[in-house]
């Protein structure tokens, strides 16, 4: 499947406004980051509700439509979706599958889902191979340090881009907060995701980066169901 996908979406701040180029005005792809927390003791039941949802969405015509579950905490999961635009997510969100979840995941859940509508930050085709390990990272900075961290986000998404055993690096930030990133990276082992933590470039960004940061780096590690 195609990753997080269609035309980059370029913007930048200026004077407190947001100028938005071409590419922005025509690409129409939605992109749904979801956080869910199960009760500890439903989250086998759970995992089967969000494995039966992202099977649907994907007959629905999801661009992508992922179900991971944390390593660290398994009451945890996402979603990571992509629609080609608006229509086709209300579209979703309308028929029964989605009605469905919502009803039977409700008593099982700690909080109601976490849902950040986005739009393409920068995006790259995925390289061949299956993911079996994704880092789902929250990246919040204040207005006025955004270009700055979108650079510094760009430029470690591109070195790892270079790296074949990184399969996927996408940015892409929150529809009505623009200094909102979610950072999707997906590698085919635990070996190459372990070594892009240590790797002196990922250090490197770490330190440029958090002197910007707005809130606390909320990187969290998944697999998929």
Same mark, same amino acid.
């Given at each position: 499947? %195609?990753?997080?996908?269609?035309?980059?979406?370029?913007?930048?701040?200026?004077?407190?406004?947001?100028?938005?180029?071409?590419?922005?005005?025509? =690409?129409?792809?939605?992109?749904?980051?979801?956080?869910?927390?199960?009760?500890?003791?439903?989250?086998?039941?759970?995992?089967?509700?969000?494995?039966?949802?992202?099977?649907?969405?994907?007959?629905?015509?999801?661009?992508?439509?992922?179900?991971?579950?944390?390593?660290?905490?398994?009451?945890?999961?996402?979603?990571?979706?992509?629609?080609?635009?608006? %229509?086709?997510?209300?579209?979703? %969100?309308?028929?029964?599958?989605?009605?469905?979840?919502?009803?039977?995941?409700?008593?099982?859940?700690?909080?109601?889902? =976490?849902?950040?509508?986005?739009?393409?930050? *920068?995006?790259?085709?995925?390289?061949?191979?299956?993911?079996? +390990?994704?880092?789902?990272?929250? +990246?919040?900075?204040?207005?006025?340090?955004?270009?700055?961290?979108?650079?510094?986000?760009?430029?470690?998404?591109?070195?790892?881009?270079?790296?074949?055993?990184?399969?996927?690096? *996408?940015?892409?930030?929150?529809?009505?907060?623009?200094?909102?990133?979610?950072?999707?990276?997906?590698?085919? *082992?635990?070996?190459?995701? *372990?070594?892009?933590?240590?790797?002196?470039?990922?250090?490197?960004?770490?330190?440029?980066?958090?002197?910007?940061?707005?809130?606390?780096?909320?990187?969290?590690?998944?697999?998929?169901?």
């Amino acid at each position: 499947m %195609r990753p997080f996908c269609c035309l980059m979406l370029g913007v930048a701040l200026v004077g407190g406004g947001i100028v938005q180029d071409i590419s922005a005005q025509t =690409d129409q792809t939605i992109y749904v980051v979801t956080y869910i927390e199960a009760t500890p003791s439903a989250q086998q039941q759970v995992a089967g509700l969000l494995r039966r949802l992202a099977e649907a969405g994907r007959t629905e015509g999801a661009i992508r439509f992922e179900a991971l579950q944390r390593t660290t905490e398994p009451n945890q999961f996402a979603l990571l979706e992509a629609w080609k635009d608006q %229509r086709a997510l209300d579209a979703h %969100r309308a028929a029964a599958a989605a009605k469905q979840f919502r009803d039977q995941a409700a008593p099982l859940l700690l909080t109601p889902p =976490d849902e950040r509508l986005c739009v393409a930050t *920068d995006i790259a085709p995925d390289h061949q191979g299956r993911a079996t +390990v994704f880092a789902v990272t929250h +990246v919040d900075v204040p207005g006025n340090s955004r270009d700055s961290a979108l650079d510094l986000l760009k430029t470690l998404a591109q070195r790892n881009r270079a790296n074949p055993r990184n399969l996927r690096f *996408d940015i892409v930030h929150q529809r009505d907060r623009t200094n909102h990133f979610s950072v999707v990276a997906t590698w085919s *082992d635990q070996k190459s995701a *372990d070594e892009y933590q240590l790797a002196e470039q990922t250090k490197d960004f770490r330190s440029r980066l958090t002197p910007l940061l707005g809130a606390l780096y909320d990187q969290r590690w998944y697999k998929p169901l």
